[in-house]
T-cell receptor, first 111, second 113 residues
């Protein structure tokens, strides 16, 4: 099945700093999602971004499907941005709703 | 529009018991997928149901099973619980078959003692 790698595994920032999280995947995909897992465990949808660039407030994401990677940008980080960020892609072989997740990037924003 | 609802939120069970978790998808969504999250293995796919049929299954033992009802609500069952089954169980709902945006519930945190 498809492999998903996220980097860095851990990131510590001072409030107000910018950051870039990366997601590499091993095969072609036509679907990619970014999630933020809140302290209670729920996965919050950030972006559904099979290709191109999207922006939502201080967050933006870019997926370059031909080069098999996606980037999540967080600008002017706030303490509430802390948590774990996951990217997920469908397992290409099955081409359905079986998503494969990266191991996540744990972001800590300090005041 | 209500989101994905999972019940119960927390469960404590004893080894050897069985447990049933429930997931109600977003209205109009017909596909429900289940995932297990543990510190050691991360998020792993369990199975997916679409129109009351299991379409795909992850690499989990037969103790893990599920079903989907005609209203798209889904249940998963774990029999003969083991300590290693302690995990956060998440379900995701999508509008249709194929690769569409998935939305997750708040999860059920299962502790096996």
């Amino acid at each position: 099945g498809i492999q998903v790698e996220q980097s860095p595994p851990d990131l510590i920032l001072q409030e107000g700093a910018n950051s870039t999280l990366r997601c590499n995947f091993s095969d072609s995909v036509n679907n990619l999602q970014w999630f933020h897992q809140n302290p209670w465990g729920q996965l919050i949808n950030l972006f559904y971004i099979p290709s191109g660039t999207k922006q939502n407030g201080r967050l933006s994401a870019t997926t370059v499907a031909t080069e098999r990677y996606s980037l999540l940008y967080i600008s002017s980080s706030q303490t509430t941005d802390s948590g774990v960020y996951f990217c997920a892609v469908p397992d290409r072989f099955y081409n359905n709703n079986d998503m494969r997740f990266g191991a996540g990037t744990r972001l800590t924003v300090k005041p | 529009k209500a989101g994905v609802t999972q019940t119960p939120r927390y469960l404590i069970k004893t080894r050897g018991q069985q447990v049933t978790l429930s997931c109600s998808p977003i209205s109009g969504h017909r596909s429900v997928s289940w995932y297990q999250q543990t510190p050691g293995q991360g998020l792993q796919f369990l199975f997916e149901y679409f129109s009351e049929t299991q379409r795909n299954k992850g690499n989990f033992p037969g103790r893990f099973s599920g079903r989907q009802f005609s209203n798209s609500r889904s249940e998963m069952n774990v029999s003969t619980l083991e300590l290693g089954d302690s995990a956060l169980y998440l379900c995701a709902s999508t509008r249709a078959e194929g690769n569409t945006e998935a939305f997750f519930g708040q999860g059920t945190r299962l502790t096996v003692v």
